[in-house]
């Protein structure tokens, strides 16, 4: 159903308002949700400048039962960022300044629409860096990743997004604007409403300021690349590694396809083996951190263990590693990635996660790329299909399917740094229980009880079209 959005246009805001078909089609569409055209085209764009900007457009839509989706960089991998009310997408890229490095506190505050990277760029002088980043921290934002909880290569050591968000400013649906968190490194005041919003998807209130703490950038780095003879050789050394206490800052797990994928796209050449990819950090001694992994590594038939110094080798180490995501996409234009996997397992039971997924990709006889960080226990996959081949489409389906049950099974998530979005709102109860999402719906009800912000998203309901609406009187407040 389309909106009346046309009290934008008195809202005297800093920012731009669109109404044209262009802003509007570039609205509909994030990298998860573009091939399975699942967003819809919201009729409104809002680029609000400032956070009176965004509370007079949340206040205004509320009051009208108008749905707002908060878009950012657009690339989440659930169609987490788009609209499947219309409405209004709120993209809150413009609001793109860093405020405040303060170096002592080891703490910087951001807009929401600052990229990850630049994170980094502004503190690199003060020896100083944002652990938690993404692999997408280029492409991506502060507001998204604090969306979506989102981790990255160096989760291992150092925790996830939510670790390292201090104190945010949120404005709510109804416009009121609050500030969740404070910038002491630890405090016990009151709920911990700022991690009620950490991961909360745009579906609670609307980032415009936080707080991040940074971590001292180590004195000594280095790389490393190890070769397995098998993934199950190569699941299972990375358990070990993790069980035995090696101080590993990264520990990526590629399988042979997806090297051979990796190499076709970026032109690298790995050996297409099962191949483990390592950075360590240390103040002093990391060659002796080095020659522990080696041992553990040796332990399990590792055939090659080579070293990278920082700067040139390190970064022609990563580069196949981080272009992985479109490496696949693009390997055979005749096949399709069905969904981006993302579970994550408890570590022991890392090496029986792996070894599940490519049983059932070869009694499929389907293609299954699988890499993540494996340290934590995370493992992306793709099925790869034909899409006009219908059986293939349901083998892969039920690949997709029994891998995410198998990992809550083990105790695991289906998804340890996506989300949920569109794309695993089945699984919310399969993981949780109807007890949990019961209390995770009225918790959404709370804050935002008119279903105003990033309705259709999480809720399992919310694949049939439904909103999750307040239990019964009109007027809520
Ligand atoms: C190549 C590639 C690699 C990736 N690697 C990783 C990875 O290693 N780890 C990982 O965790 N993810 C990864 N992702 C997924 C994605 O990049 C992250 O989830 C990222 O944090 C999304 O940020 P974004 O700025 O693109 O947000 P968007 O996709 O635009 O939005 C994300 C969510 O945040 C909400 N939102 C946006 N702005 C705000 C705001 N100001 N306040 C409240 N809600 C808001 C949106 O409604 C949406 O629900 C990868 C994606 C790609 C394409």
Request: proline share 4%; net charge negative; hydrophobic share 40%.
């Amino acid at each position: 159903m389309a909106y009346d959005c046309s009290f934008l246009s008195d809202l005297a805001l800093d920012g731009e308002v669109s109404f044209g078909d262009s802003a509007r089609e570039s609205h509909a569409a994030d990298f998860g949700a573009d091939e399975r055209g699942q967003g819809v085209t919201p009729d409104a764009v809002v680029w609000p400048e400032t956070t009176a900007d965004v509370s007079a457009v949340l206040s205004a839509a509320d009051d009208r039962r108008v749905p707002v989706t908060p878009y950012a960089a657009g690339t989440s991998l659930e169609g987490n960022a788009v609209p499947v009310h219309r409405g209004i997408s709120l993209d809150c890229s413009r609001m793109d300044s860093v405020l405040d490095v303060r170096a002592d506190d080891f703490q910087i505050d951001v807009e929401p629409g600052v990229y990850g990277s630049a994170v980094d760029e502004a503190v690199a002088d003060e020896g100083l860096f944002f652990p938690p980043l993404p692999s997408s921290g280029d492409i991506s934002t502060v507001g998204g990743m604090v969306a979506n909880d989102a981790s990255g290569m160096k989760t291992v050591k150092y925790g996830e997004v939510s670790d390292w968000v201090l104190e945010l400013e949120v404005v709510l649906a109804d416009g009121s604007v609050v500030t969740a968190g404070s910038k002491a490194a630890k405090t016990s005041s009151g709920y911990n409403l700022k991690d009620i919003f950490v991961g909360s998807e745009g579906t609670l209130g609307v980032v415009t300021r936080a707080t991040l703490e940074l971590a001292g950038r180590p004195a000594q780095i280095r790389g490393a690349r190890a070769l397995f003879p098998s993934l199950d050789h190569a699941a299972e050394a990375v358990f070990d590694a993790v069980r035995s206490g090696v101080d590993v800052a990264t520990i990526e797990l590629v399988d042979a396809d997806s090297a051979r994928m990796a190499n076709a796209y970026t032109g690298t050449d790995l050996p297409d083996v099962p191949t483990v990819f390592l950075e360590f950090h240390a103040d002093y001694g990391v060659e002796r951190e080095i020659e522990f992994c080696r041992e553990v590594f040796a332990d399990h038939g590792v055939r090659q263990f080579e070293t990278a110094d920082d700067g040139a080798a390190m970064d022609d180490l990563w580069e196949a590693r981080e272009d992985l995501a479109y490496a696949i996409q693009l390997w055979d234009p005749d096949l399709t990635a069905l969904h981006p996997g993302d579970v994550t397992v408890p570590i022991s039971d890392y090496p029986e996660m792996v070894k599940f997924v490519k049983g059932l990709a070869d009694d499929r006889d389907l293609l299954v790329p699988c890499f993540g960080h494996a340290g934590d226990g995370n493992l992306h996959y793709s099925v790869l299909v034909d899409e006009d081949d219908d059986e293939q489409v349901d083998a892969a389906e039920e690949v997709y399917r029994a891998t995410v049950e198998m990992a809550i099974d083990l105790g695991g998530t289906a998804t340890g740094e996506h989300g949920i979005g569109l794309g695993k709102r089945d699984f919310l109860e399969v993981e949780h229980g109807s007890e949990s999402v019961e209390a995770m719906r009225r918790l959404k009800r709370a804050f935002d009880p008119r279903d105003t912000l990033n309705p259709g998203k999480i809720f399992p309901e919310t694949a049939g079209g439904e909103r999750v609406r307040a239990d019964s009187a009109d007027d809520v407040r």
